[in-house]
């Protein structure tokens, strides 16, 4: 008996009416639905904490800008360093750090944001593995052993692209608005962000740098399913090139440095993609020709 057909056995066992299915997926569904509630109530009930440590950044840089004026000179490793908590952030007036809201229950409604956005971080370990546990019976032996993979690396990839969000570009992005302010004689045009505008750019910059660190995920997931090979990936560089760099000009703010930050780990991970569907490629000739092979 070949892999594919103890595959096809496993599958055939697995069969169930309809049905059964659909109240598997309302019994898995309410457990999803569970664990982001739970989850939604308890970042809520820290979304201030949450978002003082969203707000860090802002206060490293406006330290720094506060401490050496809007022509001074500040190393990026001091912006990168200071968030992190390695190196001491000048003491300066804690006040100088403002953020202002103009609506009555604006307040509450970003920390309602923030709490939903946190919850869906917080469950998805619950999320991943229902969906597994619900599409596992219909996958075959080799499909079960590539798709749990992808449930570890997409979070992990996720998490690099929040993590260079936050450590790295928001201090850049925040100096950067900071260095635009306008002091003169009698003129003052200070920056002065809402609450909720705050965590919307914070929010954009995390989905598009975590999605667009996705890259290796699908790309891998294209070559397994055949629609791609490693060759056209190789011959077709020069012009992914060409594509991260308009995707990094239009999902970062208009300076380039920021762009530079999503467009150099971009071409870097599509390398990575290359390689792993050229693993992908020499497993399945393997396992071919060990199929083809006489018993």
């Known amino acids: 008996m070949t892999s594919l057909d103890r595959d096809e056995a496993d599958i055939e066992a697995s069969r169930a009416p309809l049905m059964d299915h659909l109240i598997e997926l309302r019994g898995r569904l309410l457990i999803c639905v569970v664990a982001f509630v ?9 979304s201030e904490k949450l978002y003082l440590f969203l707000v860090q950044p802002y206060v490293v840089s406006a330290a720094f800008h506060q401490t050496v004026g809007a ?23 804690h006040q100088s750090v ?82 635009q302010q306008i002091i003169g004689e009698g003129v003052a045009a200070e920056l002065l962000p809402k609450v909720s505008d705050y965590l919307n750019l914070v929010t954009a910059l995390i989905l598009a740098f975590g999605l667009c660190f996705q890259l290796p995920v699908v790309m891998t997931l294209l070559g397994l399913a055949g629609l791609i090979s490693s060759q056209v990936m190789a ?34 991970l599509y390398e990575v993609s290359i390689w792993c569907v050229r693993i992908i490629e020499l497993r399945r000739k393997k396992a ?7 018993a």
């Open 98 to 179: 403002k953020l202002i809201y103009t609506a009555p229950l604006e307040i509450l409604f970003t920390k309602m944001k923030l709490a939903g956005l946190g919850a869906v971080i917080v469950a998805f370990p619950v999320l991943a593995w229902q969906l597994y546990r619900f599409v596992a019976p219909g996958l075959y032996r080799n499909e079960k052993g590539a798709f749990l993979p992808f449930l570890i690396a997409a979070p992990v990839l996720f998490l690099l692209g929040a993590a260079l969000v936050y450590f790295v570009m928001l201090p850049f992005v925040m100096w950067f608005s900071l260095s």
């Open 288 to 294: 071919d020709a060990a199929d083809e092979a006489p």
């Open 71 to 93: 022509h001074g000179h500040v190393s990026p490793f001091d912006l990168i360093l200071g968030t992190a908590g390695l190196v001491p952030v000048p003491d300066v007036d």
């Open 235 to 268: 011959k077709g560089r020069r012009y992914a090139i060409v594509a991260v760099v308009v995707v990094a000009a239009v999902v970062t703010p208009p300076d380039p440095i920021s762009q530079l930050m999503l467009a150099v780990p971009m071409v870097l």
């Open 38 to 46: 739970v989850a939604f109530i308890g970042c809520f009930a820290f």
